[in-house]
């Protein structure tokens, strides 16, 4: 049989129909398991859970069908209570589909504890002020006493106690100091 017989042959057009067929046939019916198993078209909204405790969080959540996840702790926020949610992943308001996991960030009990720097003792005021501050410390009452060493840090206190190189202080303690004046004691 000759090729070109072969291309005209009514066996070839059924076979290729029937192809047609079958492709157009899967597709439809492969189209309709998706929409069916997908739950195309049913949302849930994400609820606005900024400033909730984790509790409030988790029973909206479930309310709405959708899954918690807790991400790591971000730095204090004095404008939030204690372990309440800060931020949310997806944002409040989208559309998502059921058993969605929406990522909260909690607010933690309180400013991270930082180490007191060594080396602050016997420096100058203005060479000890910008390190405290970038650690996120606050410079309190300074105070002058008879030493040599005009403004030299000569004691650092917080809250009426002496603090020592490597004390822990809450991030935003106010810190006290007492200088040198420049003065012969």
């Given at each position: 049989m ?16 029937l ?14 398991w998706?929409?069916?198993?997908t ?55 989208t559309?998502?589909k ?9 607010n ?24 405290l ?18 403004d ?34």
């Open positions: 000759s090729l070109i017989k072969f291309l005209t042959s009514k066996t070839l057009l059924k076979q290729i129909l192809a047609v067929v079958a492709v157009f046939v899967l597709s439809f019916v492969l189209l309709k998706l929409n069916v198993s739950n195309h078209g049913n949302f849930e909204t994400v609820p606005d859970l900024k400033g909730k405790s984790i509790n409030v969080a988790q029973v909206e959540l479930e309310d709405n069908n959708l899954v918690m996840k807790i991400q790591d702790s971000a730095n204090y926020n004095p404008d939030y209570p204690k372990f309440s949610v800060i931020e949310q992943e997806p944002l409040a308001g559309k998502v059921e058993d969605r996991k929406i990522y909260i960030t909690l933690p009990s309180g400013y991270r504890k930082m180490i007191i720097p060594n080396g602050l003792i016997d420096k100058t005021f203005r060479q000890v002020k910008p390190n501050e970038a650690l996120g410390f606050k410079i309190g009452k300074i105070t002058y006493v008879n030493n040599i060493g005009k030299m840090v000569l004691k650092l206190s917080h809250k009426g106690k002496t603090i020592e190189s490597g004390d822990k202080l809450a991030k935003t303690s106010v810190i006290d100091f007492e200088l040198g004046n420049g003065n012969r004691p």
